[in-house]
């Protein structure tokens, strides 16, 4: 059974056109991440959510932002995608226990294409 | 910021055992050290995690020697099933103040 869902698996946008992409899961953890990954490239994390609190990281762009309505959702929002945004877009969950460090669950993926 | 270098591919053959190190000199004292296992269009997989010495699994074993600024990766008895990227990671999801330092990422052949 999938734990952590993205859809869609595919998106193709135009450039400077806003787009959402979703994030669910069924595993109850607090906490949510964002990642960019771009071909052949690490997974760079752009923000995070721990419960409702908001976490971005320094260096990602203001065309980036992200809602988390309740526990289960997470959406990305791209403000004005440009072509350099075209990447895999990965969502991922952890559960954060007082101080255990644990293992994060990634979900399938979106690939983003911006025309 | 501790910075995690690995091998950037590695070949093999099926059945036998593939052991990848990661160096990070500067590893903090509260960083743990876990690898993920990423298939093409798919999310990374979870593989292993350590704080030191010796940790086993079901699939892999991870060794972290005492001083902590390395750390290898070992797959007993590879499959072809067992190709895909491997990536090192440093830090801590553990409370609001995290960091997670991703490695560049072995890509791992394993050949019949």
């Known amino acids: 059974d999938a734990m952590v869902i993205q859809n869609p698996r595919y998106q193709v946008t135009q450039f400077g056109k806003p787009v959402t992409l979703s994030c669910s899961q069924t595993l109850n953890h607090n906490v949510m991440y964002w990642y960019q990954q771009k071909s052949s490239q690490a997974p760079k994390l752009l923000f995070h959510y721990y419960d409702k609190d908001f976490n971005n990281e320094a260096d990602t762009p203001d065309n980036f932002q992200s809602r988390r309505p309740n526990t289960s959702f997470c959406f990305l929002d791209i403000r004005s995608p440009g072509l350099g945004d075209a990447a895999m877009y990965l969502c991922a969950t952890s559960r954060d226990s007082g101080g255990m460090n644990t293992e994060a669950f990634f979900g399938q993926g979106t690939r983003l294409t911006v025309v | 910021l501790a910075k995690t270098t690995q091998p950037i591919s590695m070949d093999s053959y099926e059945g036998q055992e593939v052991n990848i190190t990661c160096s990070h000199n500067?590893?903090?004292?509260?960083?743990?050290i876990t690898w993920y296992q990423q298939f093409p269009s798919q999310g990374p997989r979870f593989i292993i995690q350590g704080y030191k010495t010796k940790v086993t699994n079901e699939v892999a074993s991870l060794f972290i020697p005492a001083d902590r600024k390395s750390s290898t990766l070992s797959l007993p008895r590879v499959s072809l099933s067992d190709t895909a990227v491997y990536y090192c990671l440093l830090g801590s999801n553990a409370g609001n103040n995290r960091k997670l330092i991703w490695g560049l990422g072995t890509s791992l052949a394993v050949n019949p």
């Open positions: 500067n590893i903090a004292t509260n960083d743990y």
